[in-house]
């Protein structure tokens, strides 16, 4: 079971992580909730779920990569020149999704933040992370928010798969972002594969 899940008896999947993996876990996703940002939590507004419903979000792609990989246009081809009506599509479906979507995004995140402070570390075995049916799909979620995230720093390509990455020297500064790229991956290839079986 050490560094990758295992599907459980009655559903959910478990995986051992030790001190380090914990705290590398917890920092990412950290950094995941930093750059999504904070939630609408103030104004008269914020308890009405009606009101948070046909609230607007922006209209306009987030300028920064990453963010823009986690929040895409949906409609034409990132990175082409979009025609007008491609662009007021995209504009008003962001302006009513956006929101709703980083809401989503942060819960996810969150829930594996909460999950992972909840672990009781035994010395130099470390711990055994057991989730739910329901915290395993919010941990993919996180898992491939944190991959597209660090993906997009490193300029992986959809063609590139980041395998090309672990030819860099050892003193690189991207060096410990490509292993947690590639660690990321295992662990969520593992989640997926307990949870189909």
Same mark, same amino acid.
């Given at each position: ?62 300028? $920064?990569? !990453? =963010? #823009? ?7 034409? @081809?990132?990175?082409? &020149?979009?025609?007008?009506?491609? %662009? ?18 942060? $819960?996810? !995140? =969150? #829930? ?7 672990? @009781?570390?035994?010395? &130099?075995?470390?711990?055994?992370? %057991? ?67």
């Amino acid at each position: 079971m050490a560094g990758h899940f295992e599907p459980l008896p009655g559903g959910g999947a478990a995986v051992a992580l030790d001190e380090v993996e914990i705290s590398i876990l917890r920092s990412l996703a950290v950094q995941l909730l930093e750059l999504i940002g904070p939630g609408e939590t103030e104004g008269p507004d914020a308890a009405d779920p009606l009101a948070r419903l046909f609230a607007e979000g922006p209209s306009e792609p987030p300028s $920064d990569p !990453a =963010l #823009a990989r986690l929040f895409p246009d949906a409609y034409g @081809t990132p990175g082409t &020149d979009q025609d007008r009506q491609e %662009r007021a599509y995209a504009s008003e479906f962001r302006r009513y999704t956006e929101n709703d979507l980083r809401a989503r995004k942060r $819960d996810d !995140a =969150l #829930a594996m933040v909460r999950s992972l402070d909840g672990l @009781t570390v035994a010395g &130099d075995r470390g711990a055994v992370l %057991r989730l739910s049916p329901e915290d395993c799909t919010r941990w993919l979620c996180a898992l491939n928010d944190l991959r597209l995230t660090i993906g997009t720093r490193l300029e992986v390509t959809d063609e590139d798969d980041g395998e090309a990455l672990l030819e860099l020297p050892d003193e690189d500064p991207r060096k410990p972002m490509v292993m947690a790229y590639l660690w990321l991956g295992g662990l969520q290839e593992t989640l997926v594969e307990s949870l189909t079986h």
